[in-house]
């Protein structure tokens, strides 16, 4: 029991400090989410359809298990004045369950790996940490993590893809166990597309080399599950792909069709990479090196491959990952489409670097001294602190003068207003998903109208003074 506690002595207390600042500001962030542009139809034809019926009748490319998962949000409170308590409770639920999957195939890989079971602290710090790469890497982080509808597009099935592959690889042969792995999968290939057609790839790439000898990987096991996990996944995939409504999305894109320019689009993929947040997820990559270290002295030691072969390894799957990416993407779009498509390779390239890093601290000699790590460590503690103290005041009032307006509207409306309202724009939301209006018949307009059953148009007043502006924001905030 000694020796025990001193290994987990080893672990920095600042590295927890950094885990629950990360897991705090992102629950603060979600308080202050609130429904926007698609959000606003979905919510809409939840209520008036039902949970299955709005669903079906969707006129684009349908995710099912996504939109569902959407609906059940909003099952059990349909107040309008308080749905932001919906998301919030959403974020919570799938931040926890994020970490959980993350920490539970952690666990799975390293006793496959070792033989050895990892503690159940240590696979949760490093589930968080690799959660704050993955979310400082991410190529448009407001829309993935902080808007709705992307949410529960790319993070729910990202999460069972992570979930499904727990369970592939568990030892376990129980019931539940191939249960969950089958919800796990269908859930996946009912999502978006791209994360689907990877997971398809790679579930089919572990079924080949399972016919190889593979000593290190023990992959032999794994065939029955890995068939019946292909099926699983292709089971919602070919209803999505099929669907009249991915016919006319793509018919749509190709109205506004244009040449395609790799050099310019690969350009703004490799800009993407070149931004503040993505330095802060490089300082915690150098922080894992000591996670991996703690693994080493807990006897959790991986065995010792070629780092050119790792590199090499890894290089061909980032590149297969990317191709099944953004071929798609050109397909619709005509070009690399929008960044939070981008996410599938967002995950894998932070997977791959954080795997990688994880790696080398656990095989190699690579230590960062005591004090560098600790400079590390506090700058990442002073960042979040930063971004709290910038942050705070601006969602604050984006929140707070979103609300005001709702209550405005539903006001006028009671008063049996017909006329068209112009209002003021409200402050900029920060790190999360805007909300801001347009012209008359723009998304954002259309989408608040109908939710709160309107009977006048609402539009933005553009070019103002800022005098009236900060007056207007006044009475909101009032």
């Not at 978006?192 to 000593?215: M, R």
């Not at 209803?239 to 703004?268: M, P, W």
């Not at 960042?383 to 509207?409: E, M, W």
């Amino acid at each position: 029991m000694i020796g025990i506690s001193n290994k987990v002595n080893r672990i920095p207390i600042f590295y927890w400090i950094i885990a629950i600042i990360f897991i705090t500001f992102m629950l603060f962030l979600s308080f202050h989410m609130r429904l926007c542009s698609d959000d606003l139809f979905q919510v809409d034809k939840f209520f008036k359809q039902g949970w299955y019926d709005s669903v079906a009748n969707y006129n684009f490319n349908i995710r099912w298990s996504s939109f569902l998962i959407f609906n059940s949000i909003f099952v059990f409170n349909k107040d309008i004045f308080t749905l932001h308590w919906n998301v919030f409770f959403y974020c919570v639920f799938i931040f926890a369950l994020m970490i959980i999957s993350i920490s539970f195939l952690i666990k799975v890989l390293i006793f496959r790996f070792t033989n050895k079971k990892c503690p159940e602290s240590l696979s949760v710090l490093i589930a968080v940490f690799f959660c704050s790469v993955l979310y400082f890497s991410t190529s448009e982080s407001i829309e993935i993590w902080f808007w709705l509808g992307a949410s529960t597009i790319y993070l729910i099935p990202l999460i069972f893809l992570i979930l499904g592959f727990a369970f592939l690889f568990s030892n376990s042969n129980s019931f539940f166990s191939y249960l969950l792995l089958i919800i796990s999968f269908i859930i996946v290939g009912g999502g978006v597309e791209i994360f689907a057609l990877i997971t398809f790839f790679l579930l089919c790439l572990i079924v080949l080399v399972s016919f190889f000898k593979n000593d290190f990987l023990s992959l032999k096991n794994l065939r029955k599950k890995g068939v019946l996990s292909i099926i699983s996944v292709l089971v919602l995939l070919i209803v999505n792909l099929s669907s009249k409504g991915t016919t006319h999305r793509h018919d749509l894109e190709s109205v506004s069709k244009h040449s395609f320019d790799l050099i310019a689009e690969f350009n703004r993929f490799v800009m993407s990479f070149l931004e503040f947040r993505n330095i802060l997820a490089l300082i915690l990559l150098v922080l894992v090196l000591k996670l991996g270290k703690v693994l080493a002295d807990y006897g959790l030691q991986f065995k010792v491959v070629s780092l050119k072969k790792i590199i090499g390894f890894n290089f061909l799957f980032l590149l297969v990952i990317a191709l099944i990416t953004f071929i798609p993407l050109i397909y619709v779009f005509h070009d690399f489409g929008p960044k939070r498509a981008w996410f599938p390779i967002n995950f894998f390239i932070s997977l791959s670097l954080f795997s990688i890093t994880l790696y080398l601290g656990n095989t190699r000699k690579i230590q960062v001294g005591r004090w560098m790590n600790l400079g590390f460590g506090f700058e990442v503690v002073s960042v979040f602190g930063l971004y709290f103290f910038k942050q705070n005041p601006i969602v604050t009032k984006f929140s707070t003068q979103y609300d005001a307006r709702v209550v405005r509207l539903i006001n006028l409306q009671k008063l049996g207003n017909k006329k068209a309202i112009g209002l003021y724009p409200i402050s900029d939301s920060g790190m999360v998903a805007s909300c801001e209006l347009g012209n008359k018949k723009g998304k954002q307009n259309v989408g608040l109208k109908e939710l709160l059953n309107l009977d006048f148009d609402i539009y933005l007043i553009e070019d103002v003074p800022n005098s009236a502006i900060k007056k207007t924001k006044r009475k909101y905030e009032d």
